[in-house]
């Protein structure tokens, strides 16, 4: 009977090591993923600081055109 007990334990501890292996070789492919990523999501992150320069700058022309177009509009 005792050995019926090892058995079972020993059955149970591999079959939980079989889920950490696949649950580790699931997260080493995820990880190799992510380092494929790594390049383009450089280069969004570049774009999206010329993208919020661009866009600043647009706001404050659009600001002194408004500034302007009230001077204007007082003058009138």
Known sequence: MKND?????????TNQFKG?????????????ELKQLIPDIRELKSDIKIIRVAVTDQTHQLNDHEDRIISLEQVA
Do not use: C, R
Not at 5 to 13: D, G, S, T
Not at 23 to 32: E, K
């Open 20 to 32: 950490v292996t696949k649950v580790v070789i699931d997260l080493a492919g995820d990880i190799h």
């Open 5 to 13: 007990h090892i058995a079972v334990l020993l059955e149970n501890l």
